[in-house]
DNA sequence: CTTGGCTATGCAACGAGTTGCATAGCAGGA
DNA sequence: TCCTGCTATGCAACTCGTTGCATAGCCAAG
């Protein structure tokens, strides 16, 4: 039910639309939580049904309408009550470490041009996050001081920032891997 | 499908029933997919149906029957295909990184014992990986030289052992600045 | 001797997440 | 002019993943 308390702290910082929402999922909020804009949607309607969330009709010239949603006092204490839960540390999916691990009962060097792409994303990302910290936490432009919620903001991005590094390093260690095992075995 | 393709691995390397299977989804799987014991007899039965594994019927003295799979030509052969197509990079879905931006939203000192007894999970499961990398890697008891599937199994071991020790690092940087929040806002 | 735990497999129901498609008006470029 | 792309919402069908429950024999501890 994480995608639900996600939407309750994205529309408590700032109320918005579905359509808003999912471009958040794939910006700031997208460090860490996911979704499409089908699963917002949907989700939007059952909480709005169940009354913690209200909705405003917008119309607006030159393109549709849309539907702005907003925290009641039920969500804020769905949300509150959230917080005060344990939740389940995360575990490991990671598609690629299968795919590595695969790598031995087949050419391991196959892997080395997947592998390069998928650092040239965590690359662009930690660049993206870096820029985005600059702009709102460290730069010239930036508040000073923080209140709460932005030095929360500004953690959570820190642990994007810390992964995407972990995860380009890593990914060396990987290519140079790959590499050593291809010029002692050159194809299996 | 991933799942898929992380039993066919899982096979490959060795034989097995759909509870040893999850077992080591438990072990040393884990630090790169996790599945439960249902997902994975479902999946099980379908790769087989599809003729992707094959089935031996074990009886056992003292504990019940159990069936062991291995994968079959066209097990491998999907497996290998699999390997040359690109896969997307994965993104985050991090749970407690929701709850710190939602602590804004209530008081953010309530979240120090969650944070902390997601440190303390952190820090067994790293151990547990260095031991094993000692026991099977690097220790003396370890095989030397390495073969391809155990470089490959190491570097994916690592990536975790660095996943786990960067996740510690920056929880370590959420509880002090939860704790600074703390003192100078004490309660919302 | 009863309770709990381990091996071993499985069904049923539900919730979460993905993919394809549909609608509809407006703006900008080839 | 047509095609692409953006804003904006939504349905339908599907797969993936979780939770609760059931069976069943064995073993060890209290």
Redesign the interface.
Known sequence: M?LE??I??SL??KPGSGYELARRFERSI?????ATHQQIYRVLKRMESEGLLAVRALSQQSRPDKKEYSVVGPG?AA??Q???E?????????????????????D?S??IR?VE??RQ??SDRLAHYVAGELRDFTGPAAPTPLD??Q??????L???I??E??TI??LD??LA?LR??GTS?PHA
């Open positions: 994480a308390h996600a309750l702290v408590l910082e997208g460090y860490f939580w996911t804020r949300l509150a959230w917080l005060h344990p939740i389940e540390p995360e575990s490991m999916r990671h598609d690629l470490a299968v795919k590595i691990r695969g790598a031995a009962f087949d391991p196959v892997l997947e792409r998928h994303v965590h709460a919620g030095e929360l903001q500004h953690v959570v820190r642990g994007g810390t992964y590094r972990m390093a890593w260690d990987v891997t050593r095992l075995h």
